[in-house]
């Protein structure tokens, strides 16, 4: 595999961003990658940051220009787990696991991560006692850079004018960016959730600024595969996370896990249930790693998606079924490394 692919996907999947030692706090988790942060003055960017996209890294940019002038750090204020899963019925389709989505926020140059414990009782705080009973016992800011769209406190009904507002009594500016747009709108993670769950990942990875990825771990499948002629690494998912389209996938599969460093295979991967076998409905890949022997029962693999090859197919016989997936691996093979070539990657 060409060097500058390999750089490209271990830093899509955020293997290059460690945390700092937590320190508890008793509503959430301080993570400092400076000294003398907490409790000191600070110019702080506050949001979920699903997915950290191209407007969210841009916002962070902002804060950290600022912060640099005003020479004081910069605190990434954030929440764990994503509001969504608190306060909304339906799944929150992650675009990155809390662990990593917070781990994430180290690759935009922050001095600090403030992570609030996001339970039903934070939910229900109202702006004014956001900022006095969960902010400012931790940091003093002196200044706070949302998006223009951002809203918070209870029912999320607080805007960026409230916060102002309780500036002039504690001494922070707020700065409300416009959102930054991308094709005639602004750039979100609902935005690329809904692209990646039509199947448009290259649409979803221009407004990331790397390709999406799924993390899971390999679990037995009806061993069928390696009888068809491509066996296949079954990697069972979080039903919370934003899955792909059904269909069949152009990916690199990384085990972030091995002592020596991770090992990285391009793959050919089936995302759904195999229509032509009846199988119970939980999120799986089926992955057919290039390259690789062994077994991989137990790891945690993350899956990065970088070409959508084709729509799920019922097939009317196994022989259909092989001559197909061996087309679509065949094509992994010779695309792919050059496919990572193209793709922008810039975290
Ligand atoms: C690249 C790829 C594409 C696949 N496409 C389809 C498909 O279109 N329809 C289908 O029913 N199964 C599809 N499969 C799933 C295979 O049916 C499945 O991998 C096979 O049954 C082996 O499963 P097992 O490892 O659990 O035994 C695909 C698998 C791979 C690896
Ligand atoms: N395109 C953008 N440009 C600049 N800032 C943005 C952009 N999108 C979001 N932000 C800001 O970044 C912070 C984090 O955003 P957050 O993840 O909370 O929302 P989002 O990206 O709009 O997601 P969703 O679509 O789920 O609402 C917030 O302050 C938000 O207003």
């Not at 979920?48 to 750090?73: M, S």
């Not at 414990?117 to 702006?127: D, I, R, W």
Request: aromatic share 8%; charged share 20%.
């Amino acid at each position: 595999m060409i060097e500058a692919t390999r750089q490209k996907i271990t830093r899509a999947v955020f293997a290059h961003a460690l945390l700092p030692t937590p320190i508890e706090l008793s509503g959430g988790v301080f993570y400092s990658c400076a000294p003398d942060v907490l409790g000191h003055e600070c110019v702080c960017a506050i949001g979920v940051f699903d997915g950290l996209h191209e407007g969210h890294k841009a916002l962070i940019a902002e804060a950290r220009a600022d912060a640099q002038r005003r020479e004081v750090p910069l605190v990434a204020v954030t929440f764990d787990p994503d509001p969504a899963e608190v306060v909304c019925s339906r799944s929150p389709r992650r675009l990155l696991q809390d662990e990593t989505r917070i781990r994430a926020l180290t690759t935009c140059s922050v001095d600090a991560i403030l992570v609030h414990a996001f339970t039903p009782e934070f939910a229900g705080l109202s702006v004014c006692e956001y900022v006095e009973k969960a902010l400012l016992p931790y940091i003093h800011p002196v200044a706070i850079h949302v998006g223009s769209d951002f809203g918070f406190g209870a029912r999320g009904e607080g805007r960026a004018r409230d916060l102002a507002t309780l500036g002039t009594k504690h001494g922070f500016e707020v700065i409300a960016h416009q959102l930054i747009e991308k094709d005639g709108s602004a750039i979100s993670s609902t935005r690329i959730r809904n692209l990646i769950e039509a199947a448009r990942i290259d649409e979803a990875a221009a407004l990331l600024g790397r390709p999406h990825f799924l993390s899971g771990t390999v679990m037995h499948g009806r061993g069928q595969g390696a009888s068809f002629g491509f066996p296949t690494a079954n990697i069972s998912l979080s039903p919370k996370d934003c899955m792909p389209a059904d269909g069949v996938y152009a990916c690199y599969i990384v085990d972030t896990q091995k002592p020596g460093g991770e090992e990285i295979w391009p793959a050919a991967v089936n995302v759904g249930v195999p229509r032509s076998f009846e199988v119970k409905k939980t999120p799986l890949l089926e992955a057919n790693l290039l390259g690789f022997k062994g077994n991989l029962y137990g790891h945690t693999l993350n899956c990065v998606f970088m070409n959508y090859l084709r729509p799920p197919i019922v097939f009317q016989s196994v022989e259909e079924l092989s001559t197909t997936v061996l087309k679509n691996i065949e094509w992994v093979r010779t695309h792919l490394d050059s496919v990572a070539q193209e793709a922008s990657c810039d975290n």
